[in-house]
């Protein structure tokens, strides 16, 4: 079946701008997580989502916000956008998202973003 | 709150040869996972390994093996007869209910 899909892969934006990534799970999972990958600070949790509901948050300013749809597919916006935002964008999806524990989450490719 | 510290950033192996990537983490909780992900270059994440906290038998998978010391907080990967396609991005992670914690990655290169 097929994995799980980001879109797009690459984009450039300027400070300022605001920007939507888009996240499509693998069917049949209802849970989506974000993650923000840098050289120096590793991956970072943004938010979680099931059944269009967050249900977990990092720690991350008001800027970073998401949402799900009924179909699964996830979305995260990031308005205003600073130079620090630059940065390789991760979603995973899991079927229940209590795979936390287990560590079974799928990942994307990833969506990488330059401000400049 | 839970961190995860990864103090290798990049580390260099020859091809068939064994390498140790270390791992410690903080947390209060008696009840967790730890894994390693690799993630290749322009690749997906994929888990390599996990362990159980409670468990005290080291988790191994293939050539990938851990040495889970619960005290110290540490939780080292060791790959044996290290393989070109080993070259990747390392990641050390720990699992509760509410969301995974990564280190900031160990960057292997295996040399033929």
């Known amino acids: 079946k097929a994995g799980v899909t980001q879109t797009p892969r690459y984009l450039i934006k300027t400070r300022g701008q605001q920007v939507t990534l888009s996240c499509s799970p693998i069917s049949g999972h209802r849970s989506v997580s974000w993650y923000q990958q840098t050289p120096g600070q590793g991956l970072q949790f943004l938010f979680e989502y099931f059944s269009e509901t967050q249900r977990n948050k990092g720690n991350f300013p008001g800027r970073f916000s998401g949402r799900q749809f009924s179909n699964s597919r996830s979305e995260m916006n990031v308005s205003t956008l600073e130079l620090g935002d630059s940065a390789l964008y991760l979603c995973?999806?899991?079927?229940?998202?209590?795979?936390?524990?287990?560590?079974?989450?799928?990942f994307g490719e990833g969506s990488r973003l330059t401000v400049l | 709150a839970q961190t995860v510290t990864q103090s290798q950033p990049e580390m260099s192996v020859q091809e068939a040869e064994t390498v140790t990537l270390s791992c410690t983490y903080d947390?209060?909780?008696?009840?967790?996972?730890l894994f390693w992900y690799k993630q290749p270059p322009s690749r997906q994440m994929i888990l390599v390994i996990r362990?159980?906290?409670?468990?005290?038998q080291n988790a191994t998978e293939n050539r990938f093996s851990v040495n889970f010391q619960k005290a110290a907080k540490s939780f080292s990967l060791k790959i044996s007869d290290s393989q070109l396609g080993d070259t990747a991005m390392y990641f050390c992670?720990?699992?509760?209910?509410?969301?995974?914690?990564f280190g900031t990655g160990t960057r292997l290169q295996v040399f033929p």
């Open positions: 947390t209060s909780e008696s009840n967790y996972y």
């Open positions: 362990q159980e906290a409670y468990k005290q």
């Open positions: 995973a999806s899991s079927l229940e998202g209590r795979e936390f524990y287990t560590g079974e989450l799928f």
């Open positions: 992670a720990f699992g509760n209910t509410d969301k995974l914690i």
